[in-house]
């Protein structure tokens, strides 16, 4: 058994679940306590079943539920340096691991590389997560894609991708200009169409399960996300059957996706 399930994903929260017969881990846990108690239970989890948490980047949309998770379950945190020193929340020494970006570290039976991503915090991370051969890699909050992002991104069964915004949608909303321009800019976050290109370019690498992730809610809405995607495959004369693409939600638990 090897699957993947987005618990919650999205501006207002990100936290997703991966899953072997060994081991469970969670991908940030930016949520509160009792939505991620709620979504585990909904998948007959527990929280003391989580073996860890591993952390992404210190934004609050990452990390929010992190001090009562750690608390209430006694979960090791797992992140680099620069990234556990700014997060401002009280953790318990003993439970806080280090990886080093870029370098693979096994976990149970998995095997986890994090990689480097451009972004406004300490030292963001996307992660690859193993098991044998098979391989679930989750990348969000991208100012811009790259060469060491794609190359992690390559070879996976699945994976998760930011399509956080429209430009238009974002160019025409209320966001003050500074935002705007963060968000735009090379360490902000990843468009509909900037997700699209890079998908299309990991299909024709054999890459055909997708989930579009960390939708902004108020520059983007699923549909739309899915539909500028799904063009961009149209329009590189791919034929669309042979894809598996989906959304994951912003507040509900997507159903469990089977790697193996
Ligand atoms: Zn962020
Ligand atoms: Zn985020």
Wanted: charged content about 20%.
């Amino acid at each position: 058994m090897f699957k993947f399930c987005n618990l919650y994903s999205g501006s207002s929260g990100n936290c997703s679940l991966i899953m072997t017969e060994n081991s469970k881990i969670l991908i940030d846990c930016g949520i509160t306590n009792k939505k991620l108690v709620e979504g585990l239970a909904s998948l007959n989890i527990s929280p003391k079943d989580i073996d860890a948490v591993l952390i992404t980047h210190e934004h609050s949309d990452h990390i929010q539920g992190l001090k009562t998770l750690c608390k209430n379950a006694n979960i090791n945190v797992y992140a680099n340096h620069h990234t556990m020193d700014a997060i401002n929340q009280p953790i318990d020494d003993g439970l806080k691991k280090y990886f080093v970006t870029n370098e693979k570290f096994e976990l149970n039976d998995l095997k986890i590389t994090p990689f480097a991503i451009p972004h406004d915090a300490a030292d963001p991370v996307g992660f690859s997560v193993e098991k044998g051969d098979k391989k679930i890699s989750v990348a969000t909050d991208i100012g811009h894609m790259n060469t060491n992002i794609m190359e992690n991104l390559l070879g996976s069964n699945f994976v998760l991708l930011e399509a956080n915004y429209e430009p238009e949608m974002l160019m025409a909303s209320r966001y003050p200009y500074i935002l705007k321009r963060r968000i735009l800019g090379p360490y902000g976050h990843l468009s509909n169409d900037e997700a699209g290109n890079a998908l299309v370019e990991l299909y024709k690498n054999g890459v055909t399960n997708i989930q579009l992730g960390h939708l902004s809610q108020q520059n983007n809405f699923p549909e739309l996300a899915y539909k500028t995607v799904l063009e961009k495959f149209i329009n590189s004369n791919i034929d669309t059957s042979t894809l598996n693409i989906s959304v994951a939600s912003r507040d509900k638990v997507d159903k469990p996706i089977d790697i193996e």
